[in-house]
Each structure stands twice: as C-alpha cells, then as structure tokens.
C-alpha cells in the first residue's frame, strides 16, 4: 500500500512538471507577441514625431529668412529714395509706385458742357425763360410763359408775339426767342415734344380757315415746322389743334380771351424709351 502511494505521488509529480513547463512555453509565447506589438506601435510614433520635427523646422527656418530680407528691402527703399526702387536680382531701377497719369486739360467748352449737366433742370428752364423774356420788350413778356412738374414742361406762346390775328405765319420777330427754344428742346433727350394750337370762342370765317379748328391745327404746323428746322428731331414731334376748348380762362373779356389765344410747346417725359400714346 505504502509503495503504490509512492508511484501515484511520483506520477502526479510528473504531470505537474509537464504541466508548469507547458505553462512556461504559452506564458513566453504570449509575451513574446505582445511584446512585438508595442514595438510597432513605439516604431509608428517615432516616425510621427521626427514629421512633425521636420515640418516645424522648415516653417520656421522660411519666417527667418523673410525677417532677414525684410531690413535689407527696407534699406533699398531708402537708399533710392520713395519715388524708386532697384531689383535685386538685376540692378534695374523702376518707378515705384508707378507714377499717375498727368490729367488732360479740359478746355473751356467741355467744362461748360460738365457744368451744363450738372445743372438741374428747375435752372435750366429759369435760363431758357430769361433768355426768351431778353428777346421780348417789355410789353410782349407776359405773353411768354412757363409751367410744369418734373414729368413734364409747358411753354405757352400768347398770339400778340407769335402771329397776327386770324393768320398762321410766324412773325419774324419772335424767331430769334423760338431758335433758343428749340435749342433748349433739342438737348432735352428723352422728352416727346407735343405743339398744340388754341383759340378763343370768336367764330372766324374766311376762305383760308373756315373754323378755329383749322386756324389753331395750321399754328401748331407752323410752330412744329420751324423747331424741326432748328434741331428738333421731326419723330418727337406731334400736332395737336384744340380750337376754343381748351382754355386757360372763361371767354368773358377781350384779356381772357387774348389769354387764351395762345400756341403750347409741351415736353412729356417718356416712359421705357418709348413715346407715351
């Protein structure tokens, strides 16, 4: 009995040893993997680390070269003064900066023209009514006005200055004032010109004008034809004849009758580049 206790403590002793060695060997082989793992990840941010060190040192070493050109810049500038610099890589010197063109003279006519347009249109129409009224004597001046807003411009000519009772031919005497109208209308682009003739209540009968119709339709013509001969582009022009039945006053006495007898240069703005209907 006592020897079969010995051989079964002598094989358990055995079993343990082949036991502990098999241990050893998985332990040693575990750490061994384990090991070559943390050496790849250690090789991986060694390498990160000198980019970054490569990197950092290449930003840096280009802010000093730039601080180090910067005084000799500098010192060019100074040396050659502030109207010019030298290149330095082939010595030429420029202007710097680069000079301005010299303004062009404008001469006296162009000026006016600048001043002209700038001039808003209230003086304007106060310049063209002054210089009609100097053609005038002082009798006729209240026979030429002037009304209107900003979308358009009325010139009311009474009949004693622009034609003689019952005919349609301008008198010569107010055309020097109708040529500085027509000037005026002819730089006032984008304007319709509208010429309407007008009458008082007084029937007229003889073999040219056998109504007022016709007498204040042939005024208007007259007055349309002499702006188109003096720069007034004939396709802004249109004609109108009211007769007696568009009056300023009630036909009652011989002055609002006189006022109404009268020709009418209207300027329309226009509407999109178009002539209003």
Known sequence: MPKLDKEEFKRRLEFSERKRT?????????????????????????????????????????????HDHAPQNQLLLQTEGPS?????????????????????????????????????????????????????????????????????LVLALGERITFKVGEAELLASFQPALSRIADFIAQKQGYEVVVSGHTDNTPIHNSRFPSNWKLSAARAVDVAKFLIENGVRPERVSIQGYSEYRPLRENTTPETRKANRRVEIMLIKEEGGKFKN
């Open 84 to 152: 010019s610099w030298r290149d330095s890589t082939n010595g030429k010197r420029s202007s710097w900066p680069p000079a301005a063109e010299a303004p062009q003279p404008v001469s006296a006519i162009e000026h006016e023209e600048l001043n002209t347009r700038q001039v808003s249109k209230e003086k304007t129409v106060q310049d063209l009514k002054r210089d009609v009224l100097s053609s005038l004597e002082e009798a006729e001046q209240g026979d030429f006005s002037v009304r209107g807003d900003q979308s358009r």
């Open 22 to 66: 098999f241990l050893e060997k998985t332990v040693r082989k575990q750490t061994v993997e384990e090991d070559s793992f943390l050496w790849s990840v250690a090789d991986l941010m060694t390498l990160l680390l000198i980019f970054f060190i490569l990197l950092y040192s290449q930003t840096m070493s280009r802010s000093v070269e730039t």
